[in-house]
Nanobody, 121 residues
Framework: QVQLVESGGDLVQPGGSLRLSCVASGSIFSINYMGWYRQAPGKQRELVAVITTGGITNYGDSVKGRFTISGDNAKNTVYLQMIRLKPEDTAVYYC???????????????WGQGTQVTVSS
């Protein structure tokens, strides 16, 4: 089994910054990519940003230019640096990892429990 633990969510004022972290642990042979998704009340979960172990990144349109994803492969950790936060960024932020376990050939998706980000004055 694989566990993802997120941290860094908080209440922040508009225009502020936050940094989220997510650590993957457990039965991990390799990770193809890790990323962040978010879900606001009454809305569908949406892509925020993903990064492959090779460093290729992809961002949701609403966060381009404001959020930066980075990773530490040795630590199975992914970070999300968020700047110029807006009230519409308020959501639960979920970490996802695409993981291959030992003795298996396929990759599976694993999710964290989520961390709340609230942008409000």
């Amino acid at each position: 089994q694989v566990q993802l633990v997120e941290s860094g969510g908080d209440l922040v004022q508009p225009g502020g910054s936050l940094r989220l972290s997510c650590v993957a642990s457990g039965s991990i042979f390799s990770i193809n990519y890790m990323g962040w998704y978010r879900q606001a009340p009454g809305k569908q979960r949406e892509l925020v940003a993903v990064i492959t172990t090779g460093g290729i990144t992809n961002y949701g349109d609403s966060v381009k230019g404001r959020f930066t994803i980075s990773g530490d492969n040795a630590k199975n950790t992914v970070y999300l640096q968020m700047i110029r936060l807006k009230p519409e960024d308020t959501a639960v932020y979920y970490c996802k990892a695409h993981v291959r376990g030992p003795y298996v050939s396929q990759y599976n998706d694993y999710w964290g429990q989520g961390t709340q980000v609230t942008v409000s004055s």
